[in-house]
């Protein structure tokens, strides 16, 4: 795969995620169920229904998916892939179950790390980063992508718009970072998972900045804030799986922002032997 095959993969992966949308919003509109899964996360019908449309409409790219809510795939199989889709088909359950419509479709294409080509790799911190990322929120009809050396873009009634390429969506869309003029040193935290080390962070930030302002969101819209530039800091000390950042890391790389493990101080890697996510900033 070179770098001219990755807006055509991008397209196939907006429409995926537009088709995913109108699952998600024809169950947002009706009395839907709650389940629960084994570790006792939220499941709704529009996941699975978002989860079927995506996995249809990746099917014709030939490469694997690995999905939140597809079968379990062992560690030594997915790492043996070159490159796969890594899928969250709805991002934020809690927020779609509360109707905040604070929740999104994250669709990312990942690659090997240089040193997972041909040599030994550290299966345990990573052995994948994304190259391309598409990010949905449905009910607002808003579309933010980036492939690599492509930049990052946000458009508003992007499932409206007429078919296009990557390339003219982003004649059509607003690249990031968008031109800001913040107050205050701007902090975006989770609406639904608050933990004592973020609070710790929020009052160190108080005291480096004097004022800052605080805003709480859903989903992996807090990392395409940073992307866009409308927050400073996006801190997550609480867990999250690779699926959830996978798409919002591509963004805001290609939007000159980074996402930094907080172990390693690097930026993120992916594929690890678990799929839980270190604790992270987004800056």
């Not at 933990?195 to 480096?208: G, M, Y």
């Not at 032997?273 to 800056?283: H, M, T």
Request: with cysteine; charged share 20%.
């Amino acid at each position: 795969m070179t770098k001219s095959d990755l807006p055509a993969l991008v397209g196939v992966a907006t429409r995926a995620a537009f088709d995913a949308g109108r699952e998600i919003l024809a169950v947002y509109a009706s009395a839907f169920a709650v389940e629960h899964k084994d570790d006792r996360s939220p499941l709704t019908e529009a996941d699975k229904r978002a989860h079927r449309a995506i996995v249809s409409a990746l099917a014709t790219t030939g490469l694997p998916v690995l999905s939140e809510e597809g079968h379990r795939v062992e560690a030594a199989e997915r790492q043996s892939w070159e490159h796969y889709w890594l899928v969250d088909p709805l991002d934020g359950t809690k927020e779609f179950i509360d109707r905040n419509d604070e929740f999104t479709v994250n669709i990312a294409l990942m690659s090997p790390t240089p040193r997972a080509v041909g040599g030994s790799v550290d299966k345990q911190n990573g052995t994948h980063v994304p190259i391309a990322g598409v990010l949905y929120v449905p009910v607002a009809d808003t579309l933010y992508f980036a492939w690599n050396g492509g930049g990052a873009y946000r458009t508003e009634q992007a499932a409206t718009r007429p078919a296009a390429s990557a390339y003219e969506r982003a004649a059509m869309a607003t690249r990031l970072p968008l031109p800001q003029h913040l107050s205050a040193y701007t902090i975006v935290a989770s609406r639904s998972h608050q933990s004592p080390e973020t609070l710790a962070f929020i009052r160190q930030k108080e005291n480096e900045h004097g004022t800052i302002a605080l805003t709480h969101m859903g989903s992996a819209l807090k990392i395409c804030l940073v992307a866009e530039g409308a927050a400073d800091v996006y801190p997550r000390f609480a867990p999250t799986m690779e699926w959830d950042t996978a798409a919002g890391h591509a963004i805001c790389t290609e939007a000159g922002r980074d996402l930094i493990d907080h172990s390693t101080l690097a930026p993120m890697r992916y594929n690890k032997n678990e799929l839980v996510n270190n604790w992270f900033i987004v800056q």
